[in-house]
T-cell receptor
């Protein structure tokens, strides 16, 4: 069974640009969550989608958005990039409808903003 | 709101020695508890979880953790570590309802010396 796949793995952008990150969950998993990991703030929850609906949202500005498609694949978008958006963005999928917190993580997309 | 405190940012130990990584949490409602491990340049992998029942939980790679409700702790232990255990370890909690949203501690970097 293939794991969670995130693309691209690495990318460099400049301030003011926008970026779209993609996540393909484990086959059969309908929940996809996104986390931001930085040395200063650690791991922070961005949002979670289940069956194309946003079910939970973290405390991030509106520049951070996401969506989920009917095949459970998910994308997140960050507009008007700032230097502080440089981070590892982790996607995680889960097969639990109710949710027991067992998440399967991808290897992440490392974003550098110059 | 929930919060997680990992009491040690770095823990150096010698190979084959025992180790304990400490985690305390704060929550006004019942939570699920987790330990995840992150190897260099990889995503997170679930080590073990406490949902209910026995307070001693066994996980992968010989790790175990004990849930202590009165002390709101969930410390991770391994009786004998190996070089391959070198990684960053994250304690996390989630609400029982809406459990896909994890709140992580800041992480403990475990370094194994030969």
């Amino acid at each position: 069974k293939a794991g969670v796949t995130q693309t691209p793995r690495y990318l460099i952008k400049t301030r003011g640009q926008q970026v779209t990150l993609s996540c393909s969950p484990i086959s059969g998993h309908r929940s996809v969550s996104w986390y931001q990991q930085t040395p200063g703030q650690g791991l922070q929850f961005l949002f979670e989608y289940f069956s194309e609906t946003q079910r939970n949202k973290g405390n991030f500005p509106g520049r951070f958005s996401g969506r989920q498609f009917s095949n459970s694949r998910s994308e997140m978008n960050v507009s008007t990039l700032e230097l502080g958006d440089s981070a590892l963005y982790l996607c995680a999928s889960s097969g639990d409808r109710v949710g027991t917190g067992e998440l399967f993580f991808g290897e992440g997309s490392r974003l550098t903003v110059l | 709101a929930q919060s997680v405190t990992q009491l040690d940012s770095q823990v150096p130990v010698f190979e084959e020695a025992p180790v304990e990584l400490r985690c305390n949490y704060s929550s006004s409602v019942s939570v699920y508890l987790f330990w995840y491990v992150q190897y260099p340049n990889q995503g997170l992998q679930l080590l073990l979880k406490y949902l209910s029942g026995s307070t001693l939980v066994k996980g992968i790679n010989g790790f175990e953790a004990e849930f202590n409700k009165s002390q709101t702790s969930f410390h991770l232990r391994k009786p004998s570590v190996h070089i391959s255990d070198t990684a960053e370890y994250f304690c996390a909690v989630s609400l029982i309802q809406g459990a896909q949203k994890l709140v992580f501690g800041q992480g403990t970097r475990l370094t194994i010396n030969p």
